[in-house]
């Protein structure tokens, strides 16, 4: 009997195969560090970043936060230029955990053109286990720029994109490089791009099983599936497929039913990250006990707290009292006072003042004072404390002598 070796596209020193993997989404602000780690943790194969467009990380500096061990890029505002120097706080553009996500984080990049695709890539090439370019973003903010779901009508300019970053970047530092499409309008336009993209020596390719019109209310489209998978298949390509998986669970069985390599989990995975974990595992946890542990992450990582705001926003149950509170706090001492983590809250008030939050809770108690102060009241005025505190929050936090550690420049 005479049997062959499938053909496979060598994976990389660096690189991670998506075979036999289920895998965490690129969401904008969902798929932040605190919630790929948490994924991780409860059981993602690997973990994909929210896109980042390459014009915005070109220029960036890279720095490494002494509190939290992360890689920070960062970049001044465009706006900076209006305000002094001392009160201008860089941006940061995209942040990752060198050892706890080592090998398992894919860098998502949006982009319209192979030099600037190349230029971006190798800044973070040297610590992520690949580059993927998004194909499929449905949204204007994206496709004005000829980026995302555009790319799907100009095939030849994708792929010589892709072709690229495995030369320029890929081969150079080992890392596998791969992409993101949509379903084209019909099965044979679907074939043809699949057909050319695999040809350029990328390692991975992932399909929304939505056409670039559908909205995530309507349901995936998996009659092309097969097909796409078949593809690959036979050029050596790991094939990702995504679009309503629900949980680890279902992931591993449309592997099966569809014969495809992998499977990646979005909107699920932003309600409850713990539906990585399979039914042997114990399934899905409370909400409670996720945003528990979603939170402490947030803290050690000194996550931005309005991205962890949001984010806590997509975790809880919408209908409940406690949510209102937690989504109109103004900082980390607040949500967990709110949620009754008296556990953390020590932490948290020394997060909030490294984040320079902890001015709210200052205003707010000098009000409360004042409320029950009836002369003050019947004054209508504010006491000098609080005009005094209202006045300092202002200020720049180098000049209210609030110390702030400084990241190191590597």
């Known amino acids: 009997m005479n049997l062959t070796t499938p053909k496979r596209v060598p994976i990389p020193q660096n690189g991670v195969d998506y075979r036999g993997k289920v895998v965490l989404a690129p969401m904008v602000r969902s798929g932040e560090l605190p919630s790929r780690l948490l994924a991780l943790k409860y059981g993602a194969d690997l973990v994909w970043g929210p896109e980042t467009i390459d014009k915005s990380m070109i220029g960036t500096k890279k720095r ?143 399909v929304h099983c939505r056409t670039t019109p559908m909205r995530p209310r309507e349901r995936a489209i998996r009659e092309q599936l097969r ?15 995504n679009g309503d998986v629900k949980n680890k669970d279902e992931a591993l069985q449309l592997m099966q039913e569809f014969g495809v390599d992998g499977a990646m989990i979005a909107t699920a995975a932003e309600a409850n990250p713990s539906s990585f974990r399979t039914k042997a595992e114990g399934g899905p946890l409370p909400w409670r006990e996720v945003v528990e542990e979603y939170i402490k992450i947030a803290l050690d990582m000194g996550n931005k707290w309005g991205n962890t705001k949001f984010t806590l926003g997509q975790l809880m149950p919408g209908r409940l009292e406690v949510y209102k509170k937690v989504v109109g706090s103004k900082n980390y001492t607040e949500a967990c006072g709110a949620l009754a983590f008296d556990g953390l809250s020590d932490q948290a008030r020394e997060v909030d003042e490294r984040l320079g939050l902890s001015r709210h809770l200052d205003v707010a108690a000098v009000k409360n004072a004042q409320g029950k102060n009836n002369s003050a009241q019947a004054a209508g005025g504010h006491t000098d404390v609080e005009r005094s505190l209202s006045s300092e929050a202002r200020l720049p936090l180098s000049v209210r002598g609030i110390s702030v550690p400084t990241a190191m420049t590597v």
Do not use: W
């Open 64 to 206: 490494i936060d002494p509190m939290s061990s992360t890689i920070d890029y960062t970049r001044t505002p465009s706006n900076a230029p209006r305000y002094p120097a001392a009160a201008v706080k860089e941006s940061t553009i995209y942040r990752l955990h060198p050892t706890r996500e080592h090998g398992r984080l894919i860098f998502q990049i949006g982009t319209s053109s192979p030099s600037t695709a190349v230029e971006a890539a190798k800044l973070v090439a040297p610590h992520v286990a690949g580059i993927d370019v998004n194909a499929g973003c449905p949204k204007p903010f994206s496709t004005s720029g000829g980026m995302g779901a555009a790319l799907l009508q100009t095939p030849d300019h994708l792929a010589s994109i892709l072709s690229a970053l495995v030369t320029e970047v890929g081969n150079v530092y080992e890392i596998g490089i791969s992409v993101k499409i949509r379903l084209l309008e019909t099965a044979d336009k679907t074939e043809a791009l699949v057909r050319k993209l695999c040809s350029t020596g990328i390692t991975g390719l992932t």
């Open 227 to 241: 097909m796409i998978a078949d593809i690959c298949r036979g050029e050596g390509v790991a094939c990702v497929m």
